[in-house]
T-cell receptor
Framework: EDKVVQSPLSLVVHEGDTVTLNCSYEVTNFRSLLWYKQEKKAPTFLFMLTSSGIEKKSGRLSSILDKKELFSILNITATQTGDSAVYLCAVGTGTASKLTFGTGTRLQVTL | GAVVSQHPSRVICKSGTSVKIECRSLDFQATTMFWYRQFPKQSLMLMATSNEGSKATYEQGVEKDKFLINHASLTLSTLTVTSAHPEDSSFYIC??????????FGPGTRLLVL
């Protein structure tokens, strides 16, 4: 059975802090790893990673994949209250690229 | 680009009735769409993969006669919850595959069965 594990489950930081969210996986037929941000409604896409060692960056967010050690990290620098959300990691597998989601990390950024 | 809509956003129905939820890709064609269910404070659970022009593929434990999926065009998939019961109350989210790997999600439908 495919498994995606995220840590920590929840995190409270002060505005301006840097956070690192972790995602490890055990799946068959890996195709991609995706990060999503979920606030009140459906997840919004952040990054898709397919190759090891290549950092993807968007503003204060960045992510990298290690296919040998089977994990990915999502970094958020200079956090803001608007970064408060659940961050979901999902791994795509098989020809249909089905996504298996982790349980998410709930991030709260306080003033 | 890559916008997915869902309708309705919220529905309340009586036990025993059927509810249809629509998922549309607005600015791209999606041969594959996915239906998920999410319980409060839990992650998304894949229910089925919807393929345009063919039968949906259901995940283990999901009753295909209870959750009817129709993917009649490249921009529309529908999920019908038949004979809904209170335990079917949940947040249902669809996604459409854009390109080879990335899925974009609709805003979700909150179903409450009384």
């Amino acid at each position: 059975e495919d498994k995606v594990v995220q840590s920590p489950l929840s995190l409270v930081v002060h505005e301006g802090d840097t956070v690192t969210l972790n995602c490890s996986y055990e799946v068959t037929n890996f195709r991609s790893l995706l990060w999503y941000k979920q606030e009140k409604k459906a997840p919004t896409f952040l990054f898709m990673l397919t190759s090891s060692g290549i950092e993807k960056k968007s503003g204060r967010l960045s992510s990298i994949l290690d296919k040998k050690e089977l994990f990915s990290i999502l970094n958020i620098t200079a956090t803001q209250t608007g970064d408060s959300a659940v961050y979901l990691c999902a791994v795509g597998t098989g020809t249909a690229s089905k996504l298996t989601f982790g349980t998410g990390t709930r991030l709260q950024v306080t003033l | 680009g890559a916008v997915v809509s869902q309708h309705p956003s919220r529905v309340i129905c009586k036990s025993g009735t059927s509810v249809k939820i629509e998922c549309r890709s607005l600015d791209f064609q999606a041969t594959t769409m996915f239906w998920y269910r999410q319980f409060p404070k839990q992650s998304l659970m894949l229910m089925a993969t919807s393929n345009e022009g063919s039968k949906a593929t259901y995940e283990q434990g999901v009753e295909k006669d209870k959750f009817l999926i129709n993917h009649a065009s490249l921009t529309l998939s529908t999920l019908t919850v038949t004979s809904a019961h209170p335990e079917d109350s949940s947040f249902y989210i669809c996604s459409a595959r854009y390109g080879k790997e990335t899925q974009y999600f609709g805003p979700g439908t909150r179903l409450l069965v009384l």
